[in-house]
């Protein structure tokens, strides 16, 4: 059982004080991330659970207590995107997932819920992976436009369960070329560091529009100290991301 599960609590805390809120990204004043965006970081916090448990309503009900915690409890962040119940993560927080369940907990903009998730899409070599949950989700992000650059040095937070709540804006050190239709996914990197739980959660600019997904933390480790570097994170091509969903709401409205 990871270290990250210790931020269950948090989410739990930041869900409740997720009040007075506004449904959607919305327009800022300003470039740099303020209180309002990391209210709306805070209203669309998710996280991944995996586990062989069944059914951890009880845990959730015990408002995520580590000592009723599944013991084989694993996991990390993702991203609301639509919504409809899909969430975007990374896919190495599902490496372990095989025939366990995987279940998604959602701020909800205040009203934290639990629900088994349905894993729609996965690359490896993508590092991303979409997942549906049957519950209408209105506080998710939209994307930030795919038609411009991004770049370095733009003000960006991060949503991961982890440090999300405490972590400081950062700006990114990659520059992203504008989205074409046949421009596949990119990488980037920012100067925030990211812990356990933290993959998977979203990267945000100040109007709260998504950027990317959390996926690595780099660090230099000589005479066994580690030194941080950046972070990575993975940009995806958004027209495949979206036609992905758009092809799985039809198989599901089909059966």
């Avoid at 599944?70 to 969430?87: L, Q, R, T």
Wanted: charged share 20%; aromatic share 8%; proline share 5%.
């Amino acid at each position: 059982m990871g270290d990250w599960l210790g931020n269950f609590g948090i989410l739990c805390l930041l869900g409740a004080s997720a009040a007075c809120s506004v449904q959607g990204p919305h327009q800022l004043s300003g470039q740099m991330p303020d209180k309002t965006t990391r209210q709306m970081a805070k209203e669309r916090l998710c996280a991944v659970v995996v586990t062989e448990s069944k059914d951890i309503s009880a845990w959730s009900h015990g408002e995520f207590a580590i000592a009723s915690a599944p013991k084989d409890a694993d996991g990390g962040s993702a991203a609301p995107i639509s919504e409809d119940g899909y969430f975007l993560t990374a896919d190495h927080v599902l490496a372990d997932a095989g025939d366990k369940s995987v279940y998604v907990i959602y701020a909800n903009g205040g009203r934290v819920v639990t629900h088994q998730a349905r894993i729609v899409w996965r690359s490896s070599a993508d590092d991303l992976a979409i997942l549906h949950v049957p519950i209408k989700t209105p506080y998710y992000y939209q994307w930030s436009d795919s038609h411009r650059k991004i770049f370095k040095g733009h003000p960006v937070i991060h949503g991961g369960m982890s440090t999300g709540s405490r972590s400081t804006s950062g700006v990114l050190q990659t520059t992203l070329a504008p989205e074409g239709f046949l421009t596949g996914n990119r990488a980037f990197k920012m100067d925030i560091p990211l812990e356990p739980g933290d993959s998977g959660g979203p990267v945000i600019d100040a109007y709260g529009n998504l950027i990317g997904i959390n996926s690595a933390v780099e660090f230099l480790i000589p005479m066994e100290t580690a030194i941080f570097i950046d972070s990575e994170g993975v940009r995806p091509n958004t027209h495949r991301i979206e036609e992905l969903i758009r092809k799985d709401r039809s198989s599901r409205k089909s059966h």
